[in-house]
């Protein structure tokens, strides 16, 4: 991944290739939500163009590249929202069709954003870390019923939970394009 | 249930900026937060075209979106200049809203346009790589600017035994097969097209699958990428339909010039 990004930022096409086969499902399942099935694909694709063009822009130490993708890919789909004059299909308010995303929208854009985001992150986990993480936070189960049912002590569960969430903490911030 | 982390680290540590936050988005995340759908290949071919267009010095062209309100789109192609707008229905098929074949399809295209909804790339896919064929211009491409390459193959555009027959031009010109900076295009010569009701669109095709790829809009001569990751013996015969402005993506099944290019 390292390779991939240090690759990617340096203009190799293959680095963008494979960066494309990791995150594009990511970003076209995003875009398909947000701004429905008829323009998420050129979204998507205007997203990772952008990307490619600001590639120098990419900073490692400010979040993960799947954030950074999300983060333009959350203004790429709040400008296409402006300029259709939409709004997300999941929110039901009063905004007017022609007026700008309503803050709230926007924020629930955001927070979809981070939610898809975190549960890409959860899955990139290692395997025992990644079961913790979704037994505690998917099945509200607590440490001690995720230590008694993976067998595992109760200290690596906390362990592996702690190491969990701090991945993510690492994985979420994105950056400027 | 006091055991401490075997890391050594405490509870305590489970606490840090943000960490509230993060606990509360991932008690909201739900079964459509983890869905993931697989991304049409047109989307990749689009970006390969595109990169490709900036190595190669060409210069930005953007497609601008705009909605009808009625689920189809109108495409803008800037800069204003080129004057290149259509009206384009992405991933719509003719199904969802008129019959499949309709009656003044040509029975070649009525054994085509079943595998071109299901396998055509969108026009999105194709009006990019319009938008960034070297030569276009507002009336559809033109020969000023030479064309480098090496000529790999080269087909005379004719309508012989194209059982739609209705061009009355018999022979319109050649395409070329051209692999330029380690890229292929295909370059068309055919002079100025007969007017017609609606648009020339320049396709290629497997004629072992029936699938059809979009190369564009043809307004004249000029050069059409192809995408990177196509091996043109795959797609060897070139095709020139006319399409109406109809926001069907799809190949109208109305031929009227073909070749077969083998390299």
């Known amino acids: ?177 | 249930m006091n055991e401490p982390p075997e890391d050594g680290s405490t509870d305590d540590d489970l606490t840090f900026d943000g960490a509230d936050t993060l606990v509360s988005l991932l008690a909201e995340i739900t079964d459509a937060d983890r869905q993931r759908l697989e991304p049409p290949p047109s989307i990749w071919n689009a970006i390969v075209a595109t990169v490709s267009a900036d190595r190669d010095g060409r210069p930005d062209r953007t497609l601008t979106l705009t909605d009808n309100g009625d689920g189809s789109v109108v495409a803008d192609v800037s800069p204003i200049e080129l004057q290149a707008t259509t009206t384009i229905a992405l991933a719509r098929r003719r199904s969802t809203d008129q019959p499949i074949l309709p009656s003044e399809m040509s029975p070649w295209g009525r054994q085509w346009l079943p595998v071109a909804a299901a396998v055509a790339v969108t026009i999105v896919g194709g009006l990019v790589t319009w938008a960034f064929s070297d030569e276009f211009s507002g009336d559809g491409g033109n020969a000023a600017a030479p064309l480098d390459g090496e000529v790999v193959a080269v087909t005379e555009m004719t309508d012989d035994g194209l059982p739609d027959g209705s061009s009355t031009v018999s022979n319109i010109g050649e395409a070329r097969l051209v692999l330029s900076g380690g890229r292929y295009y295909l370059d068309v010569d055919v002079g100025d097209l007969p007017d017609v009701d609606g648009y020339y669109e320049l396709w290629i095709n497997d004629p072992e699958t029936d699938g059809v790829l979009s190369l564009g809009v043809l307004g004249g001569d000029g050069r059409h990428a192809l995408p990177d990751n196509l091996d043109p013996a795959d797609f060897p015969v070139v095709d020139v339909s006319v399409e109406s402005l109809d926001g069907d993506p799809t190949h109208s099944g109305r031929s009227v010039w073909r070749g077969r290019l083998d390299p």
């Open chain 1, 1 to 177: 991944m390292i390779d991939e990004v240090s690759g990617f930022r340096s203009g190799d096409d293959e680095a963008l290739r494979v960066l494309y086969e990791e995150h594009g499902a990511l970003i076209y399942s995003y875009c398909h939500r947000i701004v429905g099935p008829n323009l998420a694909a050129d979204v998507t694709q205007e997203v990772f163009i952008s990307a490619w063009r600001s590639r120098e822009n990419y900073d490692s130490e400010r979040g993960s590249f799947a954030a950074w993708l999300m983060t333009i890919a959350k203004r790429r789909c709040v400008d296409v929202l402006r300029r259709f004059g939409r709004r997300p299909e999941f929110v039901t308010d009063t905004t007017e069709a022609g007026s700008e995303p309503a803050t709230e929208n926007v924020i629930a854009l955001e927070r979809i954003a981070d939610r898809m985001l975190l549960d890409e992150v959860i899955s990139q986990l290692p395997g025992r870390a990644r079961r913790a993480v979704e037994m505690a936070f998917f099945e509200q189960m607590t440490h001690p019923e995720i230590a008694a049912t993976t067998g595992s002590p109760l200290g690596t569960v906390k362990s592996d939970i702690r190491r969990g969430l701090a991945a993510m903490r690492e994985q979420l911030g994105g950056d400027d394009e």
